[in-house]
């Protein structure tokens, strides 16, 4: 059975950093493509973040993270982590990390599997 446990959301002002961890685990970690999503508001459909390919060696973000945030992966340890930068009021959101992702490639709309969330809460 796959589970996602996110950490790392928080409280920030604007401009500031946070880093988000995903750790993985029930199948083999490196096979899939791995994500971030994000729900900025309840009610409202989850967004493409960012996407890293089964190496890591390729990488897609939404236009709005863009040149701010970075995704990485570590497969020895089974970990996906965004590294956000400049952080905006309108990056605040629940985050979700996510595995096995569906659509076209570097726009995705869904995946397989889903973590719990994160909490990330930007202050103006």
């Known amino acids: 059975q796959v589970q996602l446990v996110e950490s790392g959301g928080g409280l920030v002002q604007a401009g500031g950093s946070l880093r988000l961890s995903c750790a993985a685990s029930?199948?083999?970690?490196?096979?899939?493509?791995m994500g971030w999503f994000r729900r900025q508001a309840p009610g409202k459909g989850r967004e493409f973040v960012a996407?890293?390919?089964?190496?890591?060696?390729?990488?897609w973000y939404a236009d709005s993270v863009k040149g701010r945030f970075t995704i990485s992966r570590d497969n020895a340890k089974n970990t996906l982590d965004l590294q956000m930068n400049g952080l905006k009021p309108e990056d605040t959101a629940v985050y979700y990390c996510?595995?096995?992702?569906?659509?076209?490639?570097?726009?995705?709309?869904?995946?397989?599997?889903w973590g719990q969330g994160t909490q990330v809460t930007v202050s103006s």
């Open positions: 996407a890293a390919s089964w190496s890591g060696g390729t990488t």
């Open positions: 029930g199948r083999t970690f490196d096979k899939y493509t």
């Open positions: 996510a595995e096995d992702l569906g659509g076209t490639t570097g726009k995705y709309t869904g995946a397989a599997y």
